[in-house]
T-cell receptor, first 115, second 111 residues
Framework: IAGITQAPTSQILAAGRRMTLRCTQD?????MYWYRQDLGLGLRLIHY???????GKGEVPDGYSVSRANTDDFPLTLASAVPSQTSVYFC??????????????FGEGSRLTVL | GQNIDQPTEMTATEGAIVQINCTYQ??????LFWYQQHAGEAPTFLSY????GLEEKGRFSSFLSRSKGYSYLLLKELQMKDSASYLC????????????FGAGTTVTVRA
């Protein structure tokens, strides 16, 4: 049972570099999400996708972009990384979006350090 | 903005009961979730409340009072494996039904 797979697990990146975090789910869930988790701040929503072909901005979207070309994949791109983007990034999915959004299923996280 | 408050840390003894409170002031409300997150791992779903009252699931129970903007998670018969962070999250219809999370409560269970 795979669920949600994220890659890489961990990465150290120089400031100014471009980075894509990959996320793939095999549950055929409609909705997918990217959160970042920082000490004392909890999980904050970066971007989301209610269904394939659509995306939306969360609480902290600046400096990040996403795409949802198909149901399974939801990559997160940092166009030009900055040290404040050092964080643990979690990809998640749910069967549905909207008022029927049930529990979220999370990947194992990607720890990103920007120097 | 969203305001979801939980205590930062709690410590309890194995076999005891711990209650983790969560208060929220959000633009809208359409359900409250509790997640468990062990150190270095992904959050996993524990419970969901949308109506007032108590939901029981084995050793874990969750309570909601919508009029007070208040929930708690009750962990009974604590075990060492319950040492983890517990995250409160509110589903908000004014934010496209997306979950807003509190900062989490780290529970340490001592022998």
């Amino acid at each position: 049972i795979a669920g949600i797979t994220q890659a890489p697990t961990s990465q150290i990146l120089a400031a100014g570099r471009r980075m894509t975090l990959r996320c793939t789910q095999d549950m055929r869930h409609n909705a997918m999400y990217w959160y970042r988790q920082d000490l004392g701040l909890g999980l904050r929503l970066i971007h989301y996708s209610n269904t394939a072909g659509t995306t939306g901005k969360g609480e902290v979207p600046d400096g990040y972009s996403v795409s949802r070309a198909n149901t399974d994949d939801f990559p997160l791109t940092l166009a030009s990384a900055v040290p404040s983007q050092t964080s643990v990034y979690f990809c998640a999915s749910s069967r549905e979006a909207g008022p029927n959004t049930g529990e979220l299923f999370f990947g194992e996280g990607s720890r990103l350090t920007v120097l | 903005g969203q305001n979801i408050d939980q205590p930062t840390e709690m410590t309890a003894t194995e076999g005891a009961i711990v209650q983790i409170n969560c208060t929220y002031q959000t633009s809208g409300f359409n359900g409250l979730f509790w997640y468990q997150q062990h150190a270095g791992e992904a959050p996993t779903f524990l419970s969901y409340n949308v109506l007032d009252g108590l939901e029981e699931k084995g050793r874990f129970s969750s309570f909601l009072s919508r009029s007070k903007g208040y929930s708690y998670l009750l962990l009974k018969e604590l075990q060492m494996k319950d040492s983890a962070s517990y995250l409160c999250a509110v589903r908000d219809p004014h934010r496209d039904y997306k979950l807003s999370f509190g900062a989490g409560t780290t529970v340490t269970v001592r022998a």
